[in-house]
């Protein structure tokens, strides 16, 4: 099973927006509507962000939404701010054997 | 609230076998849909998902790593344990353990809720 592929970089000024792709194949992000988004900031556990494709959990900023197309999920992150600076990860559910994948993870600059 | 926390050895010979406690509270192993995931990340790379447990005692494994690998779970203790044998220097890595939630309605496949993380070493 291969991770997911994300750009290893992206950036953006405060203010804007920035997305990031995330690619897999249609065992994975293609073939169901469970991929999610954890953002990691150094030295911290990752923290959900995005669940089933586009769902946010309770107290992550409106900010931050989840879409798919095919077998590519991205998330955008729009109105920019500071502490959005941090890696980025997406996982899929890839079925009963493979179960879970992560993506190779992006990491995102506030310039 | 829900926490998890993660212990074990700081630090392992190769050819060891490493053993990893998740220890958690705020809800129970015992209902219906919950299960805890493990979860490593080498320093400075990527998150590697590794294994999860059902309420119900089934288990998933990754492909890649399933020989190596066992999780269980001790429901009146609240935790959750992962050993990795044949350890090897590329092993290092943090570990996580994580908490997926239940949803009467729908499937769930993310994690909610993540330990703080554990580094290993692993070397002679």
């Known amino acids: 099973q291969s991770a997911l592929t994300q750009p290893p970089s992206a950036s953006g000024s405060p203010g804007q927006s920035v997305t990031i792709s995330c690619t897999g194949t249609s065992s994975d992000v293609g073939g169901y509507n469970y991929v999610s988004w954890y953002q990691q900031h150094p030295g911290k556990a990752p923290k959900l962000m995005i669940y089933?494709?586009?769902k946010r959990p309770s107290g992550v900023p409106d900010r931050f939404s989840g879409s798919k197309s095919g077998n590519t999920a991205s998330l955008t992150v729009s109105g920019l701010q500071a502490e959005d600076e941090a890696d980025y990860y997406c996982s899929s559910y890839a079925g009963s054997n493979n179960f879970y994948v992560f993506g190779t993870g992006t990491k995102v600059t506030v310039l | 609230q829900i926490t998890l926390k993660e212990s074990g050895p700081t630090l392992v010979k190769p050819t060891q076998t490493l053993t990893l406690t998740c220890t958690f509270s705020g809800f129970s192993l015992s209902t219906s849909g919950v299960g805890v995931g493990w979860i490593r990340q080498p320093p400075g790379k990527a998150l590697e998902w590794l294994a999860f447990?059902?309420?119900?005692?089934?288990?998933r494994y990754s492909p890649s790593l399933k020989s190596r690998l066992t999780i269980t779970k001790d429901t009146s203790k609240k935790q959750v344990v992962l050993t990795m044998t044949n350890m090897d220097p590329v092993d290092t890595a943090t570990y996580y353990c994580?908490?997926?939630?239940?949803?009467?309605?729908?499937?769930?496949?993310?994690?909610?809720?993540w330990g703080q993380g554990t580094l290993v070493t692993v070397s002679s």
């Open positions: 089933d494709v586009s």
């Open positions: 994580a908490h997926r939630p239940s949803d009467y309605w729908n499937a769930v496949h993310y994690f909610d809720y």
């Open positions: 447990i059902y309420w119900n005692d089934d288990k």
